[in-house]
DNA sequence: AATATTTGGTTTATTATATAAACTAGTTTA
DNA sequence: TAAACTAGTTTATATAATAAACCAAATATT
């Protein structure tokens, strides 16, 4: 039987997303959004259940005048992005 | 800019059953549902969804009084599944 | 100085998707 | 012959993805 594949993971934008956190120990909305190509409303919906499940930290703050939305990866992110990755490489061809 | 992931391919059940089908020149219903885990009325849905896209041929014939249900994937569906491997290479840690 | 535009988002509404439940048609078993 | 099982399909429901509308503040334009 084939792994189940986290469907909070399993989402192109989340996926997106996390690959991007994964990789950098941190990356605001603006340059998510220009490199997802997601819109602002979408990003900002997935993000949040990104949040609420522990996945990621999401900070606010102003960089001069403008505000600024930092998101970070969490301990717990990086462990069910592993486990995604891995259960993803059963669907895979070998 | 992350590349598009089919979205006809990037659903567990269908990924599931695409992926099952690049591995073996054909697979029954039966077959498929006991691999995939999934429900009966779950799959007749996905399996519908892509044959109409063209990625795989249905089958439906007897053996012995029961009824019997084929699945082949298409040069079509060999093709859109190895392009959406490639994209999600993007999505994973290297 | 007022007004229009842009930035950086959030909230709400709409559409699409996944899934389960209910159903059909026929077969095998008790 | 009635109950239970097989092999599915159809329909309904819950969830998710996405877009559209909105908001507040900053910056640019006339």
Do not use: W
């Not at 990104?50 to 990621?56: D, K, S, T, V």
């Not at 930290?57 to 990866?73: D, H, L, Y």
Request: charged residues 25%.
């Amino acid at each position: 039987m084939l792994p189940e594949l986290d469907p909070l993971l399993h989402s192109q934008l989340r996926l997106a997303v996390m690959s991007i956190l994964i990789g950098s120990p941190e990356a605001d909305f603006v340059y998510l959004r220009k490199t997802t190509g997601a819109t602002a409303g979408n990003l900002s919906v997935q993000i949040e259940k990104l949040r609420e499940a522990g996945y990621i930290t999401v900070e606010k703050s102003f960089r001069g005048k403008m505000p600024r939305t930092t998101c970070r990866i969490t301990p717990t992110g990086i462990k069910a992005f592993e486990t995604y990755v891995e259960a993803l490489q059963d669907y895979l061809p070998k």
